[in-house]
């Protein structure tokens, strides 16, 4: 149970950070841009395990 | 007006992608520390007095594999007499306790009984820190001759990568006794641990198991505590200890340092000194350090303040009467802090034989108070590049 809540989990970071790193490549406005690839770092570390 | 917005389109790709290979260079570095603090091996010297080393999951087998499959130093000195267990690293963000375990197994030699320790107990949570407040992730100490020694800065709990995700809110088993949802993360708010629970709470089954089959009737487990905290500087004992920890408590603040000694709540369940002691009838002892760094009105929060223990912001405090501790100029240094359990350990034994003559637990080699204190944490880590290497195993 503990390790299907785990994947579950892991498969909603990694569908959130597709959105994140999409509206960062669809931002109109450069400061919005950015603040996609701010919110995206914990999401990436986390995917790749390391934080 | 074509032209500005033609100008627009075209710059902006190019920031767009300066702006990402700057996001790729922030999460590679931070991405590599993160992974270098994760895997880093802490080496340790097997002391004169070590005779095997063993992995929790000899206990527990189902431990086998995980990040809490910890070292079980065994000091077994032949004789009969008591068996008394160590753990360190309960809260790897107090590293006074894991650097006292460790300065056990590197220099103790057990004359009489036997002596089990955990230098990380909870190995999960010395591989991160916590999130937001800065720690550094390493801290170093220097060895007999010079050589510097590095080792890991933790956390309270376990980190998150190994154990994820927490519950709503932590039902600790089996008092079903309602506790903060990371502290299912915490290894001293998980005994007396159960089978096929989360990571900490397998642990802590793994070390019960231990206990058990290694009839344990002691248990040290240190700790270290902000100065805005009230347990602090005493033994907080289960009633099998109290005799042993108020004869000590009495010994040692006449002979080296202030220390008292307090009861284990019954209403607070999952610590230590209370479900140990109640499951097994195993004498537990805590043993509580003053430590700034963990104080909420520290300063600049680095390697300085860990191991100096000096801090202005905490010793206004002071000044405002807002501690429970006393805090100086000369701070609360690591060497005093290790020197305060490793002397209250010897202490313990030394009574505890006293009192239980056909239980004996004699001890020798322990660094004491006053030598740490005049000479540092030096002379009392060993250097592993000067040791044999299959005196060398890895944390």
Redesign the interface.
């Known amino acids: 149970m503990?390790a299907l809540?785990?994947l579950c989990?892991y498969a909603a970071v990694l569908y959130f950070a597709i959105l994140l790193f999409w509206g960062?490549l669809r931002?109109k406005d450069?400061q919005r841009?950015?603040l996609y690839?701010v919110v995206?770092?914990p999401f990436?570390?986390r995917i790749?395990?390391?934080? | 007006m074509a032209h500005t917005a033609d100008a627009t389109v075209n710059r902006?790709p190019v920031?767009?992608l300066i702006?990402?290979l700057v996001?790729v260079a922030?999460?590679a570095t931070?991405?590599v520390q993160?992974?270098q603090h994760?895997n880093f091996r802490e080496p340790v010297v097997l002391g004169p007095g070590v005779t095997e080393v063993k992995r929790l999951s000899d206990y527990y087998p189902a431990l086998k594999g995980t990040v809490n499959d910890c070292n079980i130093y065994v000091m077994d000195s032949g004789q009969p007499g008591a068996t008394f267990l160590i753990i360190g690293g309960t809260h790897p963000e107090e590293p006074g306790g894991n650097i006292a375990a460790l300065t056990i197994v590197e220099n103790a030699q057990v004359k009489q009984g036997k002596l089990l320790v955990a230098i990380h107990a909870n190995r999960s949570a010395s591989t991160?820190t916590r999130?937001g407040d800065a720690y550094p992730l390493f801290f170093h100490l220097k060895a007999e001759d010079g050589a510097v020694r590095r080792f890991r800065m933790g956390d309270r709990w376990a980190n998150p990568?190994d154990s994820?995700?927490d519950p709503e809110v932590y039902l600790h088993y089996p008092t079903r006794q309602m506790l903060a949802y990371m502290d299912v993360r915490n290894l001293n708010r998980t005994w007396p641990g159960r089978p096929g629970g989360?990571l900490v709470e397998q642990t802590c089954y793994g070390f019960i198991e231990l206990m058990r089959q290694e009839k344990v009737a002691g248990m040290f487990d240190f700790h270290e505590a902000e100065l805005e905290y009230p347990v602090i500087s005493t033994i907080v004992a289960h009633e099998t200890a109290a005799p042993v920890a108020a004869m000590v408590s009495m010994m040692l603040t006449a002979e080296a340092f202030p220390i008292g000694m307090e009861y284990s709540p019954k209403a607070l369940h999952g610590l230590s000194h209370r479900e140990i002691g109640d499951a097994l009838g195993v004498a537990v002892f805590e043993p509580e350090a003053p430590e700034p760094f963990l104080d909420r009105v520290r300063g600049a929060t680095g390697e300085e303040l860990l191991l100096t223990g000096k801090d202005e912001f905490v010793q206004k405090a002071g000044e405002h009467k807002l501690l429970y501790e006393k805090i100086t100029p000369a701070g609360w240094p690591i060497n005093q802090r290790v020197g305060r359990h490793d002397t209250t350990f010897s202490k313990v034994a030394e009574i505890w034989t006293q009192m239980n003559p056909d239980k004996p637990l004699v001890v020798e080699g322990v660094p004491q108070y006053d030598e740490l204190v005049a000479q540092g944490l030096s002379p009392f880590l060993r250097d592993p590049a000067e040791a044999a290497p299959d005196k060398v195993v890895y944390e």
């Open positions: 503990q809540v785990s989990y960062f931002a450069f841009g950015v690839l995206l770092m990436v570390l790749l395990r390391l934080k | 902006f920031s767009r702006a990402f996001f922030v999460v931070a991405g993160f992974y994760r991160v999130p990568l994820w995700p989360l």
